[in-house]
């Protein structure tokens, strides 16, 4: 039978993180060294007391179908853990836990937005923002952002319109590691009240804040009853193949959220959820040392590439840099295939991040600071080998 692709699929843009890291794979698999500094998530395993309660809970029989919601006692100790880290009342019927945060993102899409709605995704993004908002039938409307990657409230007016419906904010920033201030985030708050719009501010990289306060957008003034906040265990955790996120807001929003995950997931498995709370309990010592490790290399591999002549902004948050390539290599654009080819060093192309990125490249440091300085010196070698 002839298979037809329904139109919204046909919008849909292939994983630009995905291709790259193929093409790395494919490398690999011919024997080749490839250093990677295209990866999403942090090399470190999980920790034991994870692994130990999902392993008692599997004994115990946590191996059935949950409630949609999610645990009870999970939605409890994260409900207490936004209260004491960030003074708001949570209550726990106000949590959904999903399989990863990206799900969370994606139900919030489908709980808020009509058909032909407009979101607004200040860039460079993560792409699958600009996915899941077509997928839902939503259309996503790119916002560029200012020279240190942050959001001006004079270029999300120029784009609002009336079918705008939804804002959504990331900090710290895949790809750009930038974080807002509580200036900034004032402002918005500001925009998204005069517009009336809705919000969903995926915060799962509040733990990776080097510099400055980490502050979460639901507690600023009046925001709380119109912030959907995402947030996850992949990235503070180690956690990525467990697939569990979750997000908290308005409560009728998150009724609907429930009402998808009936109808797909179903629930995120029991043992997984019990381990999530052995991570919000037992394991703050690790990510203490976690991102104490991940700050040294931000500074290691941010010097690394300023003396390499790349114009780039200090992260100061989540694990990646965004550095522009031009004046660096002839055809910025293909830096990446460069880099892959003739330094075996794997990074991820900026076009995946937003119109208007093409130029630039995201470069991981979830990876070792041997491997790291290996990839410096190989990119240097690399850069003063080509004619540019
Ligand atoms: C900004 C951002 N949000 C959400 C996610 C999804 O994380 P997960 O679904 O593993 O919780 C990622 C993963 O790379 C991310 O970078």
Redesign the pocket.
């Known amino acids: 039978m002839e298979y037809e692709i329904p139109s919204k699929l046909k919008r849909l843009k292939e994983s630009a993180t995905l291709k790259a890291a193929e093409k790395a794979r494919a490398l690999r698999a011919k024997g080749v060294k490839v250093i990677s500094l295209d990866v999403?998530e942090p090399d470190f395993p999980t920790p034991l007391p994870i692994i130990e309660e999902a392993y008692k809970a599997l004994k115990e029989g946590y191996t059935h179908y949950g409630p949609s919601q999610g645990l009870p006692e999970l939605r409890e100790t994260l409900s207490d853990k936004v209260k004491s880290e960030k003074g708001i009342d949570v209550r726990p019927s106000s949590f959904i836990i999903t399989p990863?945060?990206?799900q969370s993102?994606y139900y919030s899409l489908i709980a808020l937005l009509e058909e032909g709605d407009e979101v607004l995704i200040p860039t460079p993004a993560?792409p699958s923002y600009m996915e899941m908002v077509k997928l839902v039938g939503g259309v996503p409307i790119e916002v560029k952002t200012n020279s240190s990657f942050l959001p001006s409230i004079d270029e999300l007016e120029k784009y609002t319109t009336g079918r705008t419906k939804a804002l959504i904010i990331?900090y710290p920033n895949?790809p750009t590691g930038s974080v807002y201030d509580r200036g900034k985030l004032e402002e918005l708050a500001t925009f998204v009240k005069e517009k009336n719009l809705w919000v969903i501010s995926?915060e799962?990289?509040e733990k990776l804040t080097y510099e400055g306060e980490f502050i979460s957008f639901a507690t600023l003034e009046g925001m709380d009853d119109r912030t959907i906040t995402v947030n996850?265990f992949?990235k503070t955790y180690a956690m990525?193949g467990w697939r569990i996120?979750y997000a908290y807001g308005p409560e009728e929003v998150i009724k609907m959220m429930v009402k998808v995950q009936q109808h797909t997931a179903t629930c995120v498995p029991a043992f997984v959820q019990k381990a999530a709370i052995a991570a919000l309990t037992k394991c703050d010592d690790y990510v203490k040392e976690m991102v104490s490790e991940f700050k040294k290399r931000r500074d290691f591999i941010f010097e690394g590439f300023k003396k390499l002549g790349f114009k780039l902004e200090k992260p100061k948050g989540a694990f990646y840099l965004f550095p522009d390539v031009r004046g660096i290599y002839r055809d910025p654009p293909n830096f990446n295939d460069f880099l892959l080819d003739k330094a075996a060093v794997s990074v991820t192309p900026g076009a995946g991040f937003g119109v208007g990125y093409e130029p630039y490249v995201r470069v991981s440091y979830a990876n070792s600071l041997e491997n790291i300085r290996e990839g410096l010196e190989r990119i240097e070698k690399a850069l003063s080998e080509s004619s540019n």
Do not use: A, E, M, P
Request: glycine share 26%; net charge neutral; hydrophobic share 20%.
């Open positions: 999403g990863g945060s990206k993102i993560w990331n895949n995926d799962i990289y996850g992949s990525t996120g």
